[in-house]
């Protein structure tokens, strides 16, 4: 899925330069990029957990402007994910 993923910052760079990415609960089927719950459910989030199909769940996925993708971690069970985007310092 080259053509339907970026990495790091906006621009997909990372911001030392380094491509990388970090997407969480992929549910993106590698053949045609589309979503899949199969796909989905083999996918693991940042605390190793199997992510959660929630399409089907009226009251947690209504669109995909709204609730993101339908592939998402377990946040209840995982917590939600931080990345230090930058450090300087004693600054981050």
Same mark, same amino acid.
């Given at each position: 899925?080259?053509?339907?993923?970026?990495?790091?910052?906006?621009?997909?760079?990372?911001?030392?330069?380094? /491509?990388?990415? *970090? =997407?969480?609960? !992929?549910?993106?089927?590698?053949?045609?990029?589309?979503? &899949?719950?199969?796909? $989905?459910?083999?996918?693991?989030?940042?605390?190793?957990? /199997?992510?959660? *199909? =929630?399409?089907? !769940?009226?009251?947690?996925?209504?669109?995909?402007?709204? &609730?993101?993708?339908? $592939?998402?971690?377990?946040?209840?069970?995982?917590?939600?994910?931080?990345?230090?985007?930058?450090?300087?310092?004693?600054?981050?």
């Amino acid at each position: 899925c080259s053509t339907c993923m970026c990495y790091g910052d906006p621009d997909c760079v990372a911001f030392n330069g380094k /491509r990388d990415e *970090w =997407i969480l609960c !992929d549910g993106r089927r590698l053949d045609t990029c589309q979503q &899949s719950e199969h796909r $989905c459910k083999l996918t693991t989030d940042h605390q190793n957990n /199997r992510c959660k *199909w =929630i399409k089907d !769940d009226p009251l947690k996925w209504t669109s995909w402007e709204e &609730s993101g993708s339908p $592939c998402q971690p377990d946040f209840e069970q995982s917590g939600y994910a931080a990345m230090n985007m930058y450090t300087t310092g004693d600054f981050s």
